[in-house]
């Protein structure tokens, strides 16, 4: 590292310039020997000029095909950088040539393996924070990120009924595994499209984009009923308040979920186990 401190104080900012310059010193030293020989005879310098003129042509030559060279075969070590200074900024990064066997070499498989294990952890740890630890489906983070700011589409918003019941008689874990079912039949009637996310407790929230009021209304009863069809707590049928909202246009998301929330509400006060649009004033019974 003593050279390398030293010349860094000369070169600061480019490791090429500290490398151009040591093969500069390199290949002048055969010039710099003949030129002291020559001065160290008694023969007339006149005399020498020629054989000091054909070394001076020759070393000049020799110093560019080496500093071009040199430049040519740094080029994997300014990949390398360029690699990690885009992850730096973007979190991505192109993946380098491998297959060579010297350091170099080494150096641009182990930065590619880098890249990767680190983007995986990224990925990993994403997941984990976006994702309900107990239903698998998406948490509210998790959605806020699935879903723009402005949507178009319809919101609904699903609350189990009497929930706190299964809790009380038969114990927190016949609730989660409720909760489990439920975000199990949900996704078994949505589309790949639609975004599905528990809120927290027994709250579930689907999004589904593009869909037209009728549609929002037709996919809300759909999990109405199959929640009522396969969702079982202690023999008892599980049952749920369905709120639907609907934005034709796209309208921030935060409207939506207000007026699905407050549509789930009338719901409930309705008798549960029934769907109620945004604004609507008969509720959308069983059937």
Request: proline share 4%; hydrophobic share 50%; aromatic share 6%.
């Amino acid at each position: 590292m003593y050279l390398y401190s030293l010349m860094s104080r000369m070169f600061p900012t480019s490791f090429t310039a500290k490398v151009f310059f040591i093969a500069f010193i390199g290949t002048h030293v055969p010039l710099l020997a003949l030129a002291a020989r020559a001065m160290a005879q008694n023969a007339p310098l006149s005399e020498q000029l020629g054989t000091l003129a054909v070394a001076l042509v020759a070393t000049l030559a020799g110093t560019g095909i080496c500093l071009v060279a040199l430049r040519a075969i740094l080029r994997p070590l300014y990949m390398v950088e360029r690699a990690m200074r885009d992850f730096e900024v973007a979190g991505q990064a192109e993946t380098l040539p491998f297959g060579y066997r010297d350091e170099v070499g080494q150096l641009m498989e182990r930065t590619n393996r880098l890249v990767l294990h680190v983007n995986q952890k990224i990925d990993e740890t994403t997941r984990e924070a976006e994702t309900d630890p107990l239903t698998g489906v998406l948490n509210r983070r998790g959605f806020e990120r699935r879903v723009i700011d402005r949507a178009a589409g319809g919101m609904l918003l699903l609350d189990l009924d009497h929930f706190k019941r299964v809790n009380d008689s038969l114990g927190h874990e016949a609730g989660d595994r409720v909760l489990v079912d439920v975000a199990a039949a949900i996704q078994s009637v949505l589309r790949r499209s639609d975004v599905l996310a528990r809120f927290g407790g027994e709250e579930f929230v689907v999004f589904l984009p593009a869909a037209t009021g009728p549609e929002a209304l037709a996919a809300a009863q759909r999990i109405r009923a199959v929640i009522e069809a396969q969702v079982r707590a202690g023999g008892q049928p599980v049952t749920a308040s369905i709120g639907v909202a609907h934005g034709r246009q796209p309208r921030p998301v935060a409207d939506l979920l207000a007026e699905a929330d407050a549509a789930t509400y009338q719901a409930k006060r309705g008798g549960r186990n029934r769907v109620v649009r945004a604004g609507g004033i008969v509720p959308m019974a069983a059937e």
